[in-house]
């Protein structure tokens, strides 16, 4: 069936913000559906307000509307662009249902726009609870039993006739929002009020609890012509009763027998076939764990998160085709682009496992609800592929960069027995190393599946590993063989575990290797097992088989070290600096190697570099990458921490890190040393200085006085950093949890905070865009608004800062990009920190300067000269105003409060962009406030006992806001009430636990006055425009 010729513009729906449950999946997916679009010559519209995805730019996309992801946005635009179609299925949950609301609101109909690929209908059958329910019944699918509710006094009737545990699902929420799994009436209560609340039509399933079971799933594709493959399955380690974005999930499955695999194979394309699907679809079973009796237990009909993990595990491009399917292309038309010569219809083969962990934010947020259920809740995930289920488990182990002893976790080590068998019982983000303490312990796998339910294969895998670290515990290093330690290899042991094993350096380790010519073999990524020939150039390591991959060649080469997992203060932004420099490196003539081990990601498709090493960033994977390659250069400033982390031991293993030294770094991080280049350079310094131990902090900041600011070094996101206000809160912050020294101890200054990110050789400097923050000190960068050019500050401000940026540029012995924060207390400015690598605002400086940073820093790096680079000749300022906006996912860490604080909190961001800072600050907070209580005229704030002045108050009640505090309305009457929409709390020490329950109830949460200053000023704007357009 060929194209669609009626098709020549598309519109296609991005998925916003990362928040848990969609994150930079929908960015690699959405890059692959654009570009797949452009190739057939259609032109691609664009609506996405995430600054930081490499789909909103103009090389991937024709045009990009940077406009909240709104019923209003997609309808101006789809009035203004007239597209013949609508893609919706690449942008998440957001993008469905968007179109979902296009599609009521008549808009298509009215317009003419075809949604492309999976019809209304279908996604509603999909999507709607009732309807699902009822076409999986008229197929005969197995369900558990349910009931479709829209009131509590339904649920509860459900409850009362099945008992307990459970389930909520609510409708058309992401990630599992807004549901779990309850085991008494109260939890039931509190989650069915939460569900409805959460759906979009206030419905949910509930059903009964089939916890226990396997969890397993399938990636389909359908074709209009009705072809159906199954493109992968992977199997959860965790059972039914974990989301699967929270379960470690290895492809292929490892425990279904060959008649279970089939029987859910062939239900998959029934249940395809009966929805009418166009293009990807996952479909997630249980399965019982003794029996072949199953239960459906829900179909996502999109590109998903498991989409992306299958793409990577596989090989084979969902995404991309995906959307030429949905322009009417069938997969026996069209050609599998990893081995060139099998079709899209050829179902992919595996002769690896690939594994996948998820990566959690609770080593930043040890307060939030670390419970797994039904609900996400990670921020991203890590994936390794190994020929051995140990090796891969390892492997993964590795990516997530977590303070780990090689499988153990210190934190829990010294718990007792009986704490680690209640900890195993209820699963966390800990239950990995709680399984592996107890197998050190002399627990047996068949205990261990009596309490938690996973497959015994798994635990033998696990057992497997202790055991080898036990033996190789038992021996001494000058006893161990080549043939012992190939073998603790094969298993994924690192050099480093096995130097702390022996007590010897681990250089020690790799060079006894050496000797003994033990090396991994590098091996391709080819979706069909070798079964027929590929050139591909996606590789993964294994210590257990022969290399089919010869890169050997005179070409130059450059490798790029990515930043791994998606999490808190180190999000998608570099992966986009990532893909940026890959780019700019093939575009000065060199072979441009990638190495990153996230499978959500643009930088891992395997189409983007030369060549592409799904590897852990560790010293020992990038160099034995290095080495294979022939590789003696490389850039880490575009990974974030991760990649610099790297520096020292590759130079000091004689590669070069291009654009910086290891002794720069430290001088950037090593406060004293920093003030020390500050004050060398005529600048003047924050008085601060270094705590290595408890004792000395509070001498350090009495003779600074309070407030004092601490923080840790080397760290991404503000992690540890702290506002402490008097001796109380300093002696609160010491009697907490174990503290990491040294800790810098400085004056806490207040004033205005600005940004900037610099392009500099060392001689010449470019300062591109100059972002002034909306809150003052004391709030994280990333968790502030932000806007360019500056609102505030006057030209002469601007201008020292120019100034300073770049007599800082030239003292520094750095070339490529880098990022100041800076701070006015009155008009003294003070440098608050250097960072010698990409910022999260690069890709933002990028696109409203229309100047790639980013390329021209690699081309810097790589040698060319300034002059080259023609700045001058693309900048021609800044006429429009951008507002960024941060974007939390509070609703998703049950505890975790929204108070604003010098550790960063947010998942992404938003932008806003107009002729007016008013226009660009209203689009960015609509934007940024989706999915929380709107704010309208009768909304209802909050207001806590004597924290905010009668004058800001009496700004939002001239708006039409009602005000309320806690001598009129109790705070718990006030949270369920219909028109509450923020709490506001401007104390020096707001209440967390009620701000925390405001944001698990989607309502705004505001701890700082020019928050809150900034809504109340995007809600006149919006007021005033309204009425402007209703007077027309």
Request: hydrophobic fraction near 40%; include cysteine.
């Amino acid at each position: 069936m060929p194209k669609l010729d009626s098709i020549e513009k598309v519109l296609v729906i991005g998925s916003g913000a990362i928040v848990i449950g969609q994150a930079a999946e929908f960015d690699y997916s959405g890059t692959q559906a654009c570009l797949a679009l452009k190739e057939e010559g259609i032109e691609v519209v664009l609506i996405n307000n995430n600054p930081a995805t490499i789909m909103t730019d103009e090389s991937v996309s024709d045009k990009v509307y940077f406009e909240p992801m709104t019923l209003e946005s997609a309808t101006n635009i789809i009035e203004k662009e007239r597209p013949d179609g609508l893609l919706a299925t690449v942008g998440g949950q957001t993008g469905l249902n968007l179109a979902m609301a296009l599609a009521d609101a008549g808009i298509l109909e009215q317009y003419g726009v075809e949604l492309l690929g999976t019809d209304m209908t279908a996604i509603k059958k999909a999507e709607d609870r009732d309807q699902f329910r009822s076409l999986m019944k008229q197929l005969g699918e197995p369900v558990p039993d349910s009931d479709i509710i829209y009131s509590l006094d339904g649920a509860l009737a459900f409850a009362q006739r099945t008992g307990y545990p459970v389930i909520v699902r609510p409708a058309y929420t992401l990630g599992g929002f807004g549901g779990g799994i309850a085991s008494d009436e109260a939890a039931y209560i509190k989650l069915v009020t939460q569900g409805l609340s959460a759906s979009p039509i206030k419905q949910c399933l509930v059903e009964t609890s089939i916890a226990g079971y396997k969890e397993i799933e399938y990636e389909v594709m359908r074709d209009a012509a009705g072809t159906c493959i199954t493109v992968c399955n992977m199997e959860n380690l965790d059972p039914v009763g974990v989301h699967t974005g929270d379960s470690i999930v290895v492809a292929p499955s490892q425990t279904l027998n060959d008649p279970d695999f089939h029987m859910l194979r062939t239900s998959c394309i029934n249940i395809i076939e009966a929805l009418g699907i166009i293009g990807a679809c996952n479909v997630q079973f249980a399965l019982h764990p003794e029996t072949s009796d199953y239960f459906l237990i829900e179909v996502n009909p999109r590109v998903s998160r498991s989409s992306a993990l299958a793409s990577k595990a596989t090989g084979y491009p969902i995404a991309k085709i995906a959307a030429k399917l949905a322009i009417g292309y069938t997969l026996d038309e069209l050609k599998n682009p990893v081995t060139g010569t099998t079709y899209a219809s050829f179902e992919p083969a595996l002769d690896y496992v690939a594994l996948k962990i998820p990566r959690w934010p609770f080593d930043q947020f040890p307060l939030a609800d670390r419970t797994l259920g039904t609900q996400m809740k990670a921020t991203g995930e890590v994936m390794a592929i190994e020929r051995r289920m140990e090796a891969a488990m390892q492997k993964a182990l590795r990516s997530l960069e977590l303070p780990i002893d090689g499988f153990r976790l210190p934190a829990i080590s010294s718990l007792p027995t009986g704490d680690l068998l209640e900890l195993a019982m209820k699963p966390d983000d800990r239950r990995l190393f709680v399984l592996f303490e107890l197998l050190i312990r002399g627990k047996t796998t068949d205990e261990l599946h009596a309490i938690t339910g996973i497959t015994p294969y798994f635990l033998y895998v696990l057992s497997n590993i202790v055991t080898e670290w036990q033996d190789l515990k038992s021996i001494s290093w000058n006893s161990v063989t080549a043939d012992r330690l190939l073998q603790a290899k094969k298993l994924g042991f690192s050099d480093q575990q096995m130097a702390d094993i022996w007590n010897v350096p681990a250089a020690e380790i790799w060079g006894q290797r050496r000797s003994y010519k033990i090396a991994p073999a590098y091996r391709m990524i080819d979706t069909c097992a070798a079964e027929f020939r590929s050139n591909t150039n996606y590789f993964y390591s294994t210590w257990d088989n022969a290399a089919d991959v010869d890169r050997s060649n005179d070409a130059k080469k450059v490798a790029v070290v990515g930043s791994g997992p998606i999490r808190i203060g180190q999000g998608i932004e570099f992966d986009y600096c990532c893909v940026h420099s890959v780019m700019a490196a093939q575009k000065l003539g060199y072979e441009a190697v990638m190495i990153n081990n996230n499978p959500e990601t643009v930088s891992t498709d395997y189409e983007v570099a030369d060549a592409l090493y799904f590897e852990p960033i560790t010293a020992e994977d990038v160099l034995n990458v290095l080495e294979f390659e022939g590789i003696h250069q490389v850039i880490l400033q575009f990974g974030g921490q991760t990649s610099l982390n790297l520096a020292k031991a590759l130079e000091e293993a004689g590669i070069t890190v291009l654009g910086s030294s290891v002794d720069l770094l430290d001088q950037m991080e090593d406060r004293d040393r920093f003030y020390a280049f500050l004050e060398s350079i005529g600048l003047p310094t924050i008085p601060g200085t270094t705590a290595n131990a408890p004792e000395e902090v509070l001498p350090a900041a009495e003779n600074l006085g309070f407030p004092v600011l601490l923080r840790p070094s080397y760290v991404i996101g503000g992690r540890g950093m702290i506002v402490l206000h008097d001796q109380a809160e300093l002696d609160a912050w010491l009697a907490g949890a174990d503290k990491a020294f040294p800790v810098l101890v400085d004056h806490f200054v207040t004033g205005k905070e600005a940004e900037a990110d610099i392009l500099t050789d060392g001689d010449n400097v470019w300062v591109s865009a100059i972002f002034e923050h909306l809150e003052g000190t004391g709030v994280h960068s990333g968790d502030s608004i932000a806007s360019t050019p500056p609102v505030t500050l006057t030209d002469v401000q601007q201008q020292k800062l120019i100034d300073t940026a770049k007599h800082i540029a030239r003292q520094l012995d750095y070339t490529g990009l880098f990022n100041i924060q800076f701070v006015y207390e009155e008009d003294q400015l003070f440098v608050m920190e250097i960072n010698p690598r990409a910022s999260r605002t690069a890709p933002i400086s990028s696109k409203v300067t229309d100047v790639p940073l980013v390329q021209h820093a690699t081309a810097l790096l790589l040698g060319m000269p300034y002059d080259e680079l023609g700045i001058e000749d693309m900048y021609n300022g800044q006429p429009d105003f951008t507002v960024k906006a941060p974007v939390f996912s509070h609703i998703k860490l049950p505890g975790l409060s929204p108070v604003l604080s010098p550790e960063m909190m947010s998942t992404g961001e938003v932008i806003g962009t107009a002729k007016l800072f008013e226009d660009a600050l209203e689009k960015a907070l609509t934007g940024a406030s989706v999915q929380l209580a709107k704010l309208a005229t009768g909304s209802t704030l909050f207001a806590a006992q004597d924290s905010v002045d009668y004058e800001q108050l009496n700004s939002w009640r001239a708006q039409g806001f009602t005000i309320v505090t806690e001598d009129q309305l109790s705070f718990n009457e006030w949270l369920t009430s219909k028109d509450a929409a923020a709490y506001i709390d401007f104390s020096e020490t707001p209440d967390a636990g009620r701000m925390a329950q405001a944001a698990i109830h989607r309502l705004h949460a505001w701890s700082r006055p020019e928050t809150a200053d900034a809504y109340a000023a995007s809600q006149k704007n919006q007021s005033e425009r309204l009425k402007g357009v209703l007077a027309q």
